[in-house]
């Protein structure tokens, strides 16, 4: 040991170093984030309050569900209601309680797959979900529009430029209801969850005694196409996904250490009931299935309680598409902060507001991209083309849940899936892994050309902001393999290598402290021995840039 120093100034840097590192900004503000010196966003939300947050995405309400009768009869429909949950929703709703509750930030999947499969895949399934979302997000304007009444649209319904600015003014006012704060957004998810469950309750009990065994038993017309097939299996996992979408949250939840798995559970059986029990009663009542489509519960309640009935499952039938649509919007939302963290998307857009820890300028543009997805017009379009983009990435998403079981033993996992971490963890993805490859195999030539269009462009517009960086001379903070040094901005490249350097040696000197801990603490900064320190208090936190 060299004379004059101990141990303890070997393992705490100096001061100097400490406040130059901590005042290093990029050479060009333009183009790179702040990092931000402030707390993490407040944990306002509730344990009931993810649940409906939860249950709007995954469900809000059997609304949506009846084309999938028309194109595979009532006992298909059923069956695949009880068999899916099994080998697809179950898994998700696990996976989503395992990784938010051992990587409880804001960005939610996002995070999981930088840590998982690394920095790059993080990047093209981001891209990926964010043009899923979108056009999921347009999707619940168009589907509020075929509950109303004839009386509101016409016979022939709303001319397009009508019906885009009717949806528009839609996205707007839940955008409004998103930018308010988290609180918010769980407040009005629950209530309009509850009154949406509330009509549907009634419908079940007036109808309980025309349930027919024979209609149950009713199977698939002849003749069905294989694009036909696609697009039912693809409204039907639409009706049971999104569970990680609750992952977005976790930085955001009181405790998710406890609440994040009842949540999930609770979830998926309140989805299950809403599915099953009034579709009981729909099948046997309404035995014309070729004319199910979309909103087609509403006359199936006229019939069951008469006209009082039917308007209120009217009404209801587009609260619960702005329900889904106020939840889904927020998710979103949080993605784009975390693409923005990574470097990857424009910096601004991941600056919250000052005072509600809420994504504006995120939630502003994935409102504008939307609006314009309005002009397709066809529900089930949208929906085909949604479902087929999030089943590629949520098949990432468990991949990397089994590959964080290998690169990460000692992540600590306040839930944990029960299987073991070689094959029992695989074994556990492997059906949701054959669904999605079975549902891009039945798809129609649109929807594989969709996928096909968004794979490669993704690829290139990745390709084209590593050549701006390199020839700019930045790289991202957040490098493959590494801790993030900074998240939402970028550094040098001669900053980037000094800053691994001093992170190697103060590592090297901390007696393998770092390399036992490895990747475990994905907050572990630059500076991470300094936080012991007098001189630095707390280490910069590693919430999003606002």
């Known amino acids: 040991m060299p004379s004059g120093k101990t ?36 944990q306002l939300l509730t344990g009931v309050q993810l649940l409906f947050i939860t249950y709007a995405c995954v469900c809000g309400g059997p609304f949506g569900i009846e084309p999938v009768v028309r194109v595979m009869g009532p006992f298909v429909t059923l069956l695949l209601l009880c068999v899916i949950p099994l080998v697809w929703s179950l898994q998700e709703a696990l996976m989503t309680a395992e990784l938010s509750t051992a990587l409880p930030e804001m960005g939610g999947f996002v995070i999981w797959l930088q840590r998982g499969l690394g920095e790059t895949a993080a990047q093209q399934v981001g891209y990926w979900r964010v043009v899923s979302s979108v056009f999921d997000v347009a999707s619940y304007p168009l589907l509020m529009l075929s509950y109303l009444p004839p009386s509101y649209v016409g016979e022939d319904g709303l ?73 039912g299996l693809s409204i039907l996992l639409w009706n049971l996904s999104y569970f990680d979408l609750a992952g977005t949250f976790a930085s955001e939840v ?37 004319a199910w489509r979309e909103g087609y519960f509403v006359q199936i309640a006229a019939q069951v309680g008469g006209s009082w009935l039917g308007a209120w499952l009217s009404i209801t039938g587009a ?114 892994l054959l669904l999605c490859g079975l549902l891009v195999a039945i798809s129609g030539r649109r929807t594989l050309l969709l996928i096909g269009g968004t794979i490669l462009s993704s690829l290139l517009l990745q390709r084209a ?8 001379g930045y790289t991202s903070s957040s490098r493959q393999g590494q801790p993030w040094v900074r998240r939402g901005g970028l550094l040098k490249i001669g900053d980037a290598h000094e800053a691994d350097a001093e992170q190697t040696e103060t590592g090297a000197s901390g007696n393998g402290t770092e390399a036992d801990e490895g990747r475990a603490n994905p907050a572990r900064e630059l500076f991470t021995l300094a936080a012991d320190s007098p001189t630095l208090a707390t280490p910069i936190p590693h919430s999003p840039a606002r």
């Open 7 to 42: 141990i303890l100034d070997r393992l705490m840097p100096p001061a100097d170093d400490v406040m130059k590192l901590l005042s290093r900004s990029p050479a060009s503000p333009a183009t790179a984030a702040k990092p931000d010196t402030r707390a993490a966003p407040r």
């Open 465 to 472: 902001h590593g050549a701006w960086l390199r020839r700019n």
């Open 254 to 290: 009181r405790d998710p250490q406890k609440v994040f798995l009842p949540a999930m559970l609770g979830a998926l059986a309140l989805a299950l009931a809403a599915y099953i029990l009034p579709l009981l009663v729909g099948v046997s009542v309404a035995t014309d299935y070729s």
């Open 159 to 231: 001319s397009l430029a009508a019906r885009w600015a009717f949806g528009t003014s839609v996205l707007f006012a839940a955008a409004a209801l998103n930018c308010h704060g988290v609180e918010m957004v769980g407040n009005t998810s629950s209530l309009l969850c509850v009154m949406v469950l509330l009509p549907f309750s009634v419908f079940f009990a007036v109808g309980l005694p025309s349930i027919s065994p024979d209609a149950l038993t009713t199977l698939p017309p002849a003749g069905t196409l294989r694009s036909e097939w696609g697009s």
């Open 319 to 432: 609260v619960c598409a702005f329900a889904i649509l106020n939840s889904i919007l927020s998710t979103n939302s949080r993605v784009l902060v975390a693409l923005a963290q990574l470097g990857v998307a424009p910096a601004a857009l991941g600056v919250l507001h000052p005072t509600r820890d809420t994504p504006v300028r995120a939630t502003a543009v994935t409102v504008l991209c939307s609006s314009a997805l309005l002009l397709v017009g066809e529900w089930e379009v949208v929906i085909e083309l949604s479902m087929s983009l999030y089943m590629l990435s949520t098949a990432a998403e468990f991949v990397a849940l089994a590959n964080l079981r290998t690169l990460e033993p000692e992540l600590h996992r306040p839930y944990r899936v029960g299987v073991g971490d070689r094959w029992g963890i695989w074994l556990f993805v492997l059906p949701p």
